[in-house]
């Protein structure tokens, strides 16, 4: 109960318009990237926590557990449905300096 607390104390629209507001933050990141495909949907369709990209020639298995020993992240492969791709979740207790880190680790590997 006291997880339950504390996300009502912080109320929970608060948390999915932080949630939105770094998934925004890291959309606008890749988007600088040229290789970088964002296959998450808009700001209407899209989950305010997730965010699902390819990267032109990285193989999304093998980068991920690089990239997750270089930036101490935690991110997901997403080869499904077609796809060659990493899919980065993020939460309300998460920074956007830790989101440069990725986006810098991420041009590092590739």
Do not use: W
Not at 1 to 23: K, P, Q, W
Not at 35 to 62: N, R
Not at 99 to 107: A, F, K, Q, Y
Request: glycine share 6%; proline share 2%; charged share 20%.
């Amino acid at each position: 109960t006291a997880m339950l607390d504390f996300v009502n104390a912080i109320g929970l629209e608060h948390v999915e318009e932080r949630c939105r507001y770094l998934s925004t933050y890291l959309k606008s990141q890749l988007s600088e990237l040229t290789a970088v495909t964002i296959l998450s949907g808009s700001l209407e369709t899209s989950c305010p926590g997730s965010t699902i990209f390819e990267f032109s020639g990285l193989d999304a298995v093998a980068a991920v557990p690089m990239m997750e020993q270089q930036g101490r992240v935690h991110i997901d492969e997403h080869q499904r449905d077609g796809h060659n791709a990493i899919r980065v979740s993020t939460h309300f207790y998460n920074t956007t300096a830790e989101i440069d880190r990725l986006v810098e680790v991420l041009g590092s590997v590739a």
